[in-house]
C-alpha cells in the first residue's frame, strides 16, 4: 500500500505568518501618548489595522494554496486517478451525458487529473451546447472530430444570427444536430443546404 503524503512544507504560510507578527511587533507608536494626541493614536491605530489586514490576508492565501496542493498529492494516490489517462478519459465519457456541457464542467472539478483529461481529450468537446460565448474555444478543443449541437431551449431572437453563423462556420463538421424549435430546424437545414451546395 502505497503511504500518505506527507503536507507540503508550508513555507508561504510562514511568510504570512512572520508578516502578521511584524506588524504586531510594530504596534507600539513612537512618542508619549498619554492621552494628549488622540489624533495621533487614531492614525497609528488604522495603520496598524490595514497591516493586520493585509497580513492576514496574505496568510489566508497561503494557506488555501498550501491545501490544494495537498489535495492534489493525496488525490493522486487514489486508484482511479493511478489509471492510464486513455481508460480515465473512457470512463469519465461513459459517466457524462455529452450534450449537457455542464456534465463535464462538474467532472472537471473533482480532481485535478480529471481536468487535465478531459482538457486534453478532444472527445469531450464536441458536443456544442448553448450558450455560444465559447464555441471558438470548444471547437478548437475539439480538433478535426465531428461535431454534434443540442439546443434543447427556445431559441431567442438574437441567438438566431449566432445560429446561423455557427451551422454555416462548420456545416461540413455536423453529424447531428437537434433543436427544440421547428422553425430553427428548418433555418438549419436552410443553411446547410445551402452551405454544402457551394
Known amino acids: 500500500m502505497t503511504p500518505r503524503p506527507a503536507p ?14 511584524k506588524s504586531m511587533e510594530d504596534s507600539e507608536p513612537a512618542g508619549d501618548l ?17 497591516r493586520c489586514q493585509v497580513a492576514g490576508e496574505a496568510l489566508q492565501l497561503a494557506t488555501q494554496r498550501e491545501a490544494a496542493l495537498f489535495r492534489r498529492q493525496r488525490n493522486a494516490l487514489l486508484p482511479i486517478n493511478r489509471l492510464p489517462p486513455e481508460l480515465l478519459s473512457a470512463i469519465l465519457i461513459k459517466s457524462v451525458t455529452l450534450w449537457e456541457r ?15 483529461t478531459i482538457k486534453s481529450d478532444p472527445q469531450f468537446w464536441t458536443h456544442i ?57 428548418m ?5 446547410l443546404y445551402t452551405s454544402l451546395s457551394l
Open 34 to 50: 498619554d492621552g494628549r494626541d488622540i489624533e495621533s493614536r487614531m492614525t497609528h491605530f488604522n495603520r496598524l489595522v490595514s
Open 129 to 185: 451546447t448553448p450558450p455560444l460565448r465559447g464555441v471558438e474555444l470548444q471547437t478548437r478543443k475539439a480538433g478535426i472530430l465531428p461535431l454534434s449541437l443540442y439546443w434543447l431551449i427556445d431559441m431567442e431572437s438574437k441567438d438566431r444570427d449566432a445560429f446561423k453563423d455557427l451551422l454555416q462556420r462548420y456545416a461540413e463538421r455536423w453529424t447531428t444536430i437537434v433543436v427544440a424549435d421547428s422553425d430553427c430546424g
Open 102 to 116: 455542464r456534465g463535464s464542467q462538474l467532472l472537471a472539478q473533482v480532481a485535478w487529473q480529471w481536468w487535465q
Open 187 to 191: 433555418d438549419a437545414l436552410e443553411v
Open 8 to 21: 507540503p512544507a508550508p513555507e508561504a504560510v510562514a511568510q504570512a505568518l512572520a508578516l502578521v507578527l
